[in-house]
């Protein structure tokens, strides 16, 4: 089956404009968690989706935000863009719950975010 | 908080050698997951192998297997008969078992060992 797809791959952006990003699932796959990844931080957690809702956040500002549509598919959003959101962002799908430790987390290719 | 450190930020092995990646980690749970992930330059993570920290038994898939040593909070990676194909960013990660919600359902990884393999 169809891996976990992001789109776009790379992505430009000017300082304080906003982004949003996208990540369609394995199908079946109910659960979409999304991470940052820099060279300096290393690999963060921003937010994890489930059935439409909001299941944990993690400590990032209230610029970075998402979103999880009726089939799974998911949306992050990051306004008031800063040179240190320069990074790339990963998307995970998974079954949710004891699942995802079962059956393990498919993760997709993630977008290259640059603000210039 | 729990944390996981990968103290070897590159490593080197040649082809059809043995290489041990190292991952610590600290928690105070007593039951959890651990993984490592690959990281290829294609950028997608791919499930390495897992362990449950109930099981006493190592993991092991194929070339891969893990020493867990769970009072020492130690999880290395061996990758047997390395080949051209395993060279890339290892992470370990670690996560809370019996997540149904809440705050501490996610992934905390490590901040990974760039492994090279020299033909």
């Known amino acids: 089956k169809a891996g976990v797809t992001q789109t776009p791959r790379y992505l430009i952006k000017t300082r304080g404009q906003q982004v949003t990003l996208s990540c369609s699932p394995i199908?079946?796959?109910?659960?979409v968690s999304w991470y940052q990844q820099t060279p300096g931080q290393g690999l963060q957690f921003l937010f994890e989706y489930f059935s439409e809702t909001q299941r944990n956040k993690g400590n990032f500002p209230g610029r970075f935000s998402g979103r999880q549509f009726s089939n799974s598919r998911s949306e992050m959003n990051v306004s008031t863009l800063e040179l240190g959101d320069s990074a790339l962002y990963l998307c995970?799908?998974?079954?949710?719950?004891?699942?995802?430790?079962?059956?393990?987390?498919?993760f997709g290719s993630g977008t290259r975010l640059t603000v210039v | 908080a729990q944390t996981v450190t990968q103290s070897q930020p590159e490593m080197s092995v040649q082809e059809a050698e043995t290489v041990t990646l190292s991952c610590t980690y600290d928690t105070s749970e007593s039951d959890y997951y651990l993984f490592w992930y690959k990281q290829p330059p294609s950028r997608q993570m791919i499930l390495v192998i897992r362990?449950?920290?109930?099981?006493?038994q190592n993991a092991t898939e194929n070339r891969f297997s893990v020493n867990f040593q769970k009072a020492a909070k130690s999880f290395s990676l061996k990758i047997s008969d390395s080949q051209l194909g395993d060279a890339a960013m290892y992470f370990c990660a670690y996560r809370i078992r019996g997540y149904y919600g809440g705050s501490q359902g996610n992934l905390i990884f490590g901040k990974g060992t760039k492994l090279s393999v020299k033909p």
């Open positions: 995970a799908s998974s079954e949710p719950g004891q699942g995802a430790v079962n059956y393990g987390y498919t």
């Open positions: 362990q449950e920290a109930y099981k006493q």
């Open positions: 199908s079946g796959h109910r659960s």
